[in-house]
């Protein structure tokens, strides 16, 4: 059975720009690591934070819940005034987790929360939850979910296991109220060994209807292989994907995948489609890129593909993140060194040109996260070195000046794994960037969120 939650409240907080990071607390002290942080910003500049939390590490190790916290902004003081942390999905069940959420602005001032519900005694779910706007007097919002701990189910009756379903929740004008696009994988087949996995992901847009949401779940791309020794494992190919609306009516699409070539040697790579919208049907592709690494037995393995736009670009650039690994054998075992890359892509013209990223001695990269504005790109990262092997956040940034030239960089020693990041813009304002990411504070085991906001240009 799972421990009783100890719900003390927990004073509410002020965030402010260009302070240091603050760390959000979850709704239960005794909960175990908080991972998979995510983050939106309203047309407010309000934000919601979002993270998957292990519910009881003693009792119900490995069991996860969606937790959030509301930021509301406050124009007077140009601050953010916290609410208390939120469940939005919880386990119903032992041996029930609820799995990597995403989070996207819909309507311009609310969002739309979704997670995948994966059962280790049955079939797996994908959910949503709709989070309402909130005031800075106020920072507490109102979930509109089914019941508590409950998302709105969308599809159910499949499965993702080995790879884990990963939702991606989008948004368009072009939307009707309190309409959202959510794409995911769902595995089809799995053969070992070598490891084969096929999988495919579909599309569905949430539609509400009398209190009740509905939606029709269709095959986006089908039949994608994940396939090599290392599929399945934690550092090989799990078929991340990534979604974004660069333009009302373009929908960009990115995933990992893993292909075999000939006997055991396959190619990995970060696929993406450019498709187009239209309401009430299901995105069409319209151009297909790839991006790919070398083929062999122990090949480079690309993974974890990460979008970003400007929204007030006039041109269709998109910045286009990747984790990379390099696999080799060192004295009979496997052992991999990590790296990150990035792409600009021109979706009109179809050029794509590499961001010129600068190699460290004995320093690992990883999970890179980009955020691009109309001046300026910037990627966010975890590194670690061999001397000191603890996470910290790393950043490279280009303003339009400098922009094809070696970013300035920042390896700060600011604790901080898994960085999640969104820009707020504006015309007639200055920019804020939040970035969150997840530590393990001072005097505690496990791994809380921070978050942190920069004001202006990174």
């Known amino acids: 059975m799972f421990a009783p939650l100890l719900l003390g409240l927990v004073a509410a907080q002020t965030v402010q720009a260009d302070q240091p990071p603050v760390v959000l607390p979850v709704v239960d002290p005794l909960a175990g690591r908080a991972d998979h942080c995510e983050i939106a910003v309203n047309a407010d500049r309000d934000f919601l934070a979002i993270w998957q939390v292990e519910v009881d590490p003693v009792n119900a190790p490995g069991d996860l819940r969606i937790e959030a916290v509301y930021g509301a902004y406050d124009p007077a003081t140009g601050t953010w005034a916290t609410g208390q942390p939120v469940i939005l999905g919880a386990p119903q069940k032992l041996g029930e987790r609820c799995h990597k959420p995403d989070v996207v602005e819909i309507d ?62 989008v948004w368009s004008p072009l939307m009707g109220d309190d309409e959202f696009g959510v794409l995911y994988n769902v595995v089809l087949s799995d053969t070992a060994p070598p490891r084969s996995i096929d999988m495919e ?31 399945g494992q934690v550092d090989g190919s799990k078929g991340l994907i990534e979604a974004s ?59 974890r593909p990460k979008m970003a736009m400007s929204s007030l670009e006039t041109r269709p650039l998109v910045t286009l993140a990747y984790f990379e690994i390099r696999i080799s054998f060192n004295q009979g075992a496997l052992s991999w060194l990590p790296g990150i890359g990035a792409w600009e892509i021109n979706l009109d013209t179809g050029d794509v040109h590499p961001y010129a990223l600068p190699v460290f001695d004995n320093v690992e990269r990883r999970l890179p ?38 970013p300035g960089v920042n390896l700060r020693q600011d604790v901080g794994k898994r960085p999640a990041a969104v820009a707020f813009e504006s015309l007639t304002d200055v920019d804020h960037v939040f970035v969150i990411s997840q530590v393990t504070p001072p005097g505690e085991t496990e791994t809380r969120p921070q978050i942190e906001i920069r004001e202006g240009n990174f």
């Open 245 to 303: 609306f660069v333009a009302d009516d373009r929908l960009l699409v990115a995933w990992e995948q893993a292909e075999f070539q000939t006997g055991t040697k396959y190619r990995a790579s970060i696929q993406l489609r450019d498709c187009s919208f239209t309401p009430g049907v299901t995105p069409v592709v319209q151009q297909n890129f790839a991006f790919e690494s070398g083929t062999g037995q122990l090949a480079t393995l690309l993974r």
């Open 369 to 406: 996260l980009p955020v691009a504005t109309q001046n300026a790109r910037a990627l966010f990262f975890s590194w670690l070195s061999n001397t000191q092997p603890t996470h910290h956040l790393g950043e490279m940034y280009w303003t339009r000046k400098t922009f094809g030239n070696p």
């Open 201 to 231: 992901l579909r599309w569905v847009l949430a539609q509400p209807s009398g209190g009740v949401w509905s939606g029709t779940p269709d095959a986006l791309i089908p039949n994608i292989p994940i396939d090599g020794l290392l599929a």
């Open 108 to 169: 311009s001032k609310d969002f739309a929360v979704v997670w995948a519900r994966l059962d280790d005694n049955g079939t797996d779910a994908v959910e949503a939850v709709i989070v309402r706007d909130a005031s800075f007097a106020s920072p507490d919002p109102l979930v509109e979910a089914p019941a508590a701990g409950m998302g709105f189910v969308l599809d159910s009756g499949f499965t993702g296991e080995p790879l884990g379903i990963v939702p991606e929740v």
